[in-house]
Each structure stands twice: as C-alpha cells, then as structure tokens.
C-alpha cells in the first residue's frame, strides 16, 4: 500500500527548476566566559532564527518583514528535540533564506561550539526526540537494500541519486552521514514521510544506513551493480506496471461513465 503511493507520489513529477535564493551569511554572537551553553544558543538563536521560528521557537504564523529583508515564517520548535535541530543545522538546511523554498543541503556556516550551543538551546524548548546512534556495522546488507527499495527507492531511486516528488525534490543521498540518515528517517523532513519505531525498528535503520552507506561506493568486482545501476531496472518495471495499471483504470472508468 506504502510502495503503491510513493509511486503514485512518484507519477506526478514537478521539478523545480529555479535556482536556489542566496543565502545571506550567519551571524555570530560574543559571549563572557563561563556563559552556559544553553544561554549562549539562545543568543545565537536570536540572533539567526527568531525572525521565522519566534523568539522563543514558538513558531510564526503570519509571514513579516525582519532582519536582512528576511520574511519571518516558520513551524514552532518546541518539542522538536535535538535530533531535528541536530539534523536541520547540519546539513545546513537552516538557517533558510527564503521560508517558502524546501531546505537544501548547503555549506554550514556555524562553528562546531555554535552547533553545539544551538542544539542545547532548541533541545532545552521541551522535552523531544535525541540523536539516533545507528550502527551500520551490526547492519545486514541485504536486508537493507531490500528495506530501501521497499521503504525509500520511490523518491530516492537508486541509493546516491536524487528523484522528484510533487512539489520538492528528493536529494541525493551522498553527502549524508549515517547519523543524517537516520535522523532524516525518524523526522521525514519536509515532504518526506517519517517512520516511527513500528514501522522501521532501530536494528532495521542500522541495515538501511549500510545499505545507503554501500551504495556511495559500491563494491563492483562481484559485478552485480553493472554500471552502478542497482534497483533501476526494478524501478523502471515498476514504472512500465504503474503506467499500465493507471491506464487500465482510466479506460474501465471511462467505459462505466459511457455505459
Ligand atoms: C527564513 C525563515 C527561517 C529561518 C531564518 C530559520 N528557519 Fe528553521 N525552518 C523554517 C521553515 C519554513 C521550516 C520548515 C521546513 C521543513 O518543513 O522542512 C523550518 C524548519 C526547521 C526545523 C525542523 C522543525 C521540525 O518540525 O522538524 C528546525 C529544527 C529548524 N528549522 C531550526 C532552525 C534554526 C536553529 C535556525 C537558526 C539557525 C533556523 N531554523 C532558521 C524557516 C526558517
Ligand atoms: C515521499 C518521498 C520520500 C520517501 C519515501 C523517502 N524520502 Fe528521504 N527525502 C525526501 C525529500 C523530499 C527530502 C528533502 C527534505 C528537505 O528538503 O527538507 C528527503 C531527504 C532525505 C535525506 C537528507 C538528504 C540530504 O542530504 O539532504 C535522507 C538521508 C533521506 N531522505 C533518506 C531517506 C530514507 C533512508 C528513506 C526510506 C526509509 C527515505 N528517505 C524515504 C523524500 C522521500
């Protein structure tokens, strides 16, 4: 049922062509020593997020003006815990400069110490999810590779290539370090689904990461991956299936609207 909607998902394609707005630089902000580091994330919480995310990460609703001609818009933090702050800053997703564009990984602009501090901070909000500890290393293989046809290869396709999905677009998977992965799994940033604990257990995740991490640079002497391209053949039967499916189904409506 999950396979049979990313295809459908999959079916209506949007590219956004557009290039990405500029992105303005972060500002850095100077604090005493001995400043805790949750004090300090929240002054540099200010300084960079509180235009769109609330002074107090409480979300802002009606789009204004702010600093650097910024449009203040963004979901409340509260709640959201270190895993997505973790995840959304390190991949440099946020800060965003146009809160009506999807995310993309972009160079991070903030030192490690500030990371740190931001992290604290957005955590510190309410109580929410921490940063997942996959272990690729106990993960198997296969198990993976078939968890992500079955689970991610709709919008991701091959494991390091990008794909479409009706209005944002499913980034490659190459730059992403295991902990992302897993992250990007339980938080379904964006348009991309989440999968809870039932639904992908943690052990599941570890098989998925060794999949994602294999397919970087897969191992081509036992051949299987001619030319590196994994589960397309699959995904273009898939395809040829789905399109047969959708016009058998327009041509019985169509035949029962006639009749
Ligand atoms: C220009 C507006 C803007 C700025 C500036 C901005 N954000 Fe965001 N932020 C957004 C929007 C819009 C989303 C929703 C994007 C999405 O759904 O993926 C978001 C999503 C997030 C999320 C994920 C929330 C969730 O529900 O999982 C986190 C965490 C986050 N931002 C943290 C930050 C931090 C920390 C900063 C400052 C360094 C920042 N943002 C700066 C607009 C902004
Ligand atoms: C319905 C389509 C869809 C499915 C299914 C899906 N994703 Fe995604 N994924 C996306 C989109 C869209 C983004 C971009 C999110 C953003 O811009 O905030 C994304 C982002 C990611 C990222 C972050 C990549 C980066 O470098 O920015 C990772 C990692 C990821 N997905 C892994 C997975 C895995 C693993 C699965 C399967 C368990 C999966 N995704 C299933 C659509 C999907």
């Known amino acids: 049922?999950?396979?049979?909607?990313?295809?459908?998902?999959?079916?209506?394609?949007?590219?956004?062509?557009?290039?990405?707005?500029?992105?303005?630089?972060?500002?850095?902000?100077?604090?005493?020593p001995g400043t805790s580091t949750v004090e300090y994330g929240r002054q540099l919480f200010a300084a960079n997020c509180a235009t769109c995310h609330g002074p107090a990460g409480e979300g802002v609703l009606t789009p204004m003006r702010g600093a650097g001609d910024v449009t203040g818009l963004g979901p409340s933090l509260q709640g959201v815990g270190a895993l997505a702050a973790d995840f959304y800053l390190r991949t440099g997703y946020m800060p965003l400069a146009d809160p009506h564009r999807q995310p993309r990984r972009s160079a991070v602009l903030f030192s490690e110490p500030e990371l740190h501090a931001l992290v604290a901070y957005v955590a510190s909000l309410a109580p929410g999810p921490a940063i997942p500890a996959p272990d690729p290393k106990s993960g198997n293989l296969a198990a993976g590779q078939q968890l992500f046809t079955e689970n991610c290869a709709g919008c991701h396709q091959v494991a390091a290539e990008g794909g479409y999905v009706t209005g944002a677009v499913a980034p490659p998977l190459e730059d992403a370090t295991s902990v992302q992965i897993a992250e990007a799994v339980r938080i379904g940033p964006y348009l991309m689904p989440r999968f809870s604990k039932k639904q992908i257990s943690d052990g599941q995740l570890s098989s998925i990461v060794r999949y994602v991490q294999y397919a970087?640079?897969?191992?081509?002497?036992?051949?299987?991956?001619?030319?590196?391209v994994g589960p397309v053949p699959e995904g273009l039967v898939t395809w040829f299936i789905g399109i047969a499916a959708v016009v058998a189904a327009a041509m019985v409506i169509g035949k029962r609207l006639h009749s």
Do not use: E, Q
Request: no cysteine.
């Open 216 to 228: 970087k640079h897969p191992d081509d002497r036992g051949g299987w991956a001619i030319g590196h």
């Open 1 to 32: 049922m999950r396979r049979a909607a990313v295809i459908l998902v999959a079916l209506v394609l949007t590219p956004s062509a557009a290039a990405d707005p500029p992105r303005a630089g972060v500002t850095h902000v100077h604090v005493p």
